[in-house]
């Protein structure tokens, strides 16, 4: 048909993994608008139970208790359900942020819900870098806190990419886009610490 197609209908699902990891635009194109990837839901809320865990075991009372006979107690503990909270209003915030920015930015491109709610997708189907937490959590070392910013900044490029594959937009929009939901989210979180809350 003489029209340009996409070259990853062809790929191993192996090989478009790879390079959604690499955070190449063709990859981010191909799961967003040509397979049917309905796991956006689940994965945020894995992501979100890993970031709520992660957090709930730097508290220092989730880990003066270290008897396994008291797993049940851990497993009913207020804290990971309030962490849960935090992680869930703080994502929240980010995405906000995003979206105003874009809106604000290039209104014609978020006309309807649909628009929406794509890009909802792409941030959410994006995030998968989170799921790291979980190796960084259990592998502790001496640069686990290093693991998780470089964690935190591949989630970040991973979001620029799916705003630019679904907006069609150049680099800089997303990283400005980014940069205020950051803010927002950062805004949150000192929220939470006025209030006196643990994050």
């Not at 220092?60 to 849960?84: G, H, V």
Request: positive net charge; hydrophobic residues 50%.
């Amino acid at each position: 048909c003489q029209k340009p197609v996409d070259k990853y209908i062809e790929y191993d699902p192996v090989i478009i993994l790879i390079n959604a990891i690499l955070c190449k635009a063709q990859a981010y194109r191909h799961i967003l608008f040509n397979t049917k990837i309905n796991i956006h839901g689940k994965l945020c809320i894995f992501c979100l139970l890993c970031e709520a865990y992660l957090r709930w075991l730097q508290l220092q009372d989730s880990s003066q208790n270290t008897d396994p006979d008291d797993l049940i107690r851990y497993a009913k503990e207020w804290d990971f359900y309030r962490m849960f909270g935090i992680a869930s209003l703080e994502q929240t915030s980010f995405l906000f942020g995003i979206f105003i920015t874009l809106w604000w930015m290039r209104p014609e491109m978020l006309k309807t819900k649909s628009d929406f709610i794509l890009l909802l997708k792409a941030l959410l189907l994006s995030s998968y870098g989170k799921l790291l937490l979980i190796p960084a959590v259990i592998w502790e070392h001496d640069y686990t806190p290093l693991c998780l910013a470089f964690i935190k900044v591949f989630v970040l490029i991973s979001n620029s990419q799916a705003i630019r594959v679904t907006l069609n937009l150049n680099r800089m929009l997303p990283w400005l886009a980014i940069f205020f939901g950051l803010i927002l989210e950062n805004g949150v979180v000192c929220l939470f610490q006025k209030m006196g809350w643990d994050i």
